[in-house]
């Protein structure tokens, strides 16, 4: 009989592993897409705890960090800086986009099953290195890889600064049609232009 150590480790494993599928399967299929971002911070989370069962802690404090505390919630704030109000168009040919997503994803799974199950995995793995491992982590970041680790901080700083660009809004006193008094909150809000409005009106009372 296995020692409850064993057990416990593959129950945990079980549940994380079953999370993580979930999670994504969740973040993959659901309409809402409010519930897929809290569904995506889970998964991260359930990720981060199977990196703590590999005894990589600081991999799993930089997951919950960088992923979980940043991109997550970024995420969350592009969800509600976005009007959900606008009607979006229907996409053409939805039904073969979905079959041909479906293949691609199905072909990608059925090569990772094979890699897992055909390749000679060296069990059990190499010991441990404790504490020492973000030491080692620190000098190889800025040794070996100095020049991918400062290339990742400029392509971020460049994401950021064109993400910047992009949510910027340039915003004209007066409507270039009917010279009436226009601000943010008008614009942002759920109606048709004002110069659209106003040929309307005209076509009305005509």
């Not at 399967?25 to 897929?36: E, Q, S």
Request: proline share 4%; with cysteine; glycine share 8%.
């Amino acid at each position: 009989m296995p020692p409850i150590a064993e057990i416990t480790e593959l129950i945990v494993f079980v549940l994380l592993a079953g999370a993580v599928v979930i999670g994504a399967l969740g973040v993959v299929l659901l309409p809402n897409i409010v519930y897929a971002a809290f569904l995506l911070g889970g998964v991260f989370l359930a990720v981060a705890g199977l990196y703590l069962m590999l005894n990589a802690s600081f991999i799993a404090a930089a997951q919950v960090l960088i992923y979980v505390g940043a991109v997550n919630v970024l995420i969350l704030f592009a969800i509600m800086l976005v009007n959900k109000k606008e009607a979006m168009a229907a996409s053409p040919g939805m039904g073969l986009r979905r079959l041909l997503s479906s293949g691609v994803c199905l072909g990608l799974l059925t090569l990772l099953l094979r890699v897992a199950f055909t390749t000679p995995w060296a069990t059990p793995g190499p010991q441990s290195i404790g504490e020492d491992a973000v030491i080692r982590l620190g000098e190889h970041f800025f040794s070996d890889y100095l020049l991918p680790f400062e290339l990742a901080s400029v392509l971020l700083l460049m994401a950021m600064i064109g993400a910047i660009v992009l949510a910027r809004r340039d915003v004209f006193a007066t409507d270039v049609g009917t010279g009436e008094a226009v601000d943010q909150a008008l614009i942002e809000k759920a109606r048709s232009p004002l110069l659209v409005e106003k040929t309307t009106m005209e076509q009305s009372t005509r």
